[in-house]
């Protein structure tokens, strides 16, 4: 971890961040020569997800090891999945932008059996599912939570 990493931490601790352009504009105040495209990498490479500080309102935080509760999970899903489509052993989610990170976290953390991996970008998240049959399983776990 670099200083401006170690910085970035202090921030979101310290304050409510809830976006990447909040956050790189924080620290361009403070002297650091920045993009938003490092400010993207370092969040990742940080591990921070946009946690829900009440009502419609989230901020970047630390993700925690622990799973999500059930009403956090249903809040997430509901809130940031789009639409998803399924082919053969792979499911795609869409989320909105910045958000599947946070999303394909929760779904590493569920440890669902038939989910042998997840892969997240800015706003869709691919699912790889085993055995192919497994995906309306899989599908159905997404569907409880958005619809209950």
């Not at 971890?1 to 921030?11: A, F, G």
Request: proline content about 4%; some cysteine; aromatic content about 6%.
């Amino acid at each position: 971890m670099n200083k401006r990493q170690r910085r970035i931490l202090e921030l979101v601790l310290e304050q409510q961040i809830s976006t990447q352009k909040e956050l790189a504009e924080l620290l361009r105040q403070e002297g650091y020569q920045i993009t938003q495209a490092t400010v993207s990498r370092d969040i990742k490479e940080l591990q921070l997800v946009k946690v829900p500080i009440g009502g419609d309102e989230y901020k970047y935080g630390r993700s925690q090891d622990s799973v999500p509760t059930e009403a956090k999970l249903r809040m997430l899903f509901r809130e940031f999945i789009l639409s998803y489509d399924s082919s053969e052993n792979l499911i795609i989610v869409n989320t909105a932008p910045g958000n599947a990170n946070t999303i394909a976290y929760a779904i590493d953390r569920l440890g669902w059996p038939e989910v042998i991996g997840t892969i997240a970008g800015d706003d869709t998240i691919m699912l790889i599912c085993k055995p192919t049959e497994a995906v309306p399983t899989v599908i159905g776990y997404i569907d409880h939570y958005i619809n209950n």
